[in-house]
């Protein structure tokens, strides 16, 4: 009986969840790619651009990803896309730069470099999803303009959608993105002092 009678509260509420998604799905109307802000101190959001990556190729999307990250830290997503992707552009900002020496003139150099690789891509409708893979550090650092930063994505091809991820995503980016999302840190294995695993953490 009290089964019974919890059963049908279940069902009520979720018959009044169900109308409610209804409606927003059918109050969403506009079709054009979306700009996406992963951002926060926890682990998640590399990861999850990486699976938007998955998602668009799954449907034959084109992609790429532009990388601006300081070393040449392999990851797994980049042996995976060099290796069995040969159609997902993949720039690493890293590559052929000796960051060790923490020479800022270097870096910004570094950083324009990978942001000139970035820029044609932004404006190139053939692709569907664009990753700029810890955007935020730069401008952060102010090696790159901001405004010029937020001009071009703000004005890409209207199907494409684009993923930008980082910590400390300031409110100038957050204003021109569709979807900002903090990923927060409740815990971390590192902080127990379980190694960065292969695999999972990159
Ligand atoms: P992931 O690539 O795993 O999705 P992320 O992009 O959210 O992580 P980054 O700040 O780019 O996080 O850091 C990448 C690496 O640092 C990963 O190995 C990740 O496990 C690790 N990491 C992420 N968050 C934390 C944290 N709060 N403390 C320690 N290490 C972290
Ligand atoms: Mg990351």
């Known amino acids: 009986m009290i089964e019974d009678r919890k059963n049908q509260k279940h069902k009520k509420s979720m018959e009044k969840q169900k109308a409610k998604v209804d409606a927003n799905i059918e109050a969403a109307s506009t079709e054009r790619g979306v700009a996406i802000l992963l951002t926060g101190n926890g682990k998640g959001k590399s990861s ?15 992609v790429c990803v532009i990388q601006f990250i300081k070393g040449q830290q392999l990851s797994g997503e980049e042996l995976y896309l ?19 020496t923490q020479d800022r003139t270097a870096d910004i150099e570094a950083a324009q470099k990978t942001w000139a690789e970035a820029v044609p891509l932004l404006g190139d409708a053939s692709y569907d999803l664009v990753v700029l893979d810890e955007l935020t550090y730069m401008l952060a650092y102010k090696y790159l303009d901001e405004s ?9 091809p209207k199907n494409q959608s684009v993923v930008v991820t980082g910590r400390g995503g300031g409110s100038g980016l957050q204003g021109i993105m569709d979807t ?23």
């Open 48 to 62: 999850s651009a990486f699976g938007m990556v998955m998602r668009a190729l799954g449907y034959g999307h084109k």
């Open 82 to 100: 060099r290796d069995q992707r040969s159609d997902v552009y993949f720039y690493q900002m890293g590559t052929g730069f000796t960051w060790d």
């Open 180 to 202: 900002v999302s903090e990923v927060k840190e409740i815990k971390h294995a590192f902080k127990a002092g379980i190694k960065a695993r292969k695999g999972v953490d990159y």
């Open 148 to 156: 010029e930063v937020l001009n071009v994505i703000s004005n890409r």
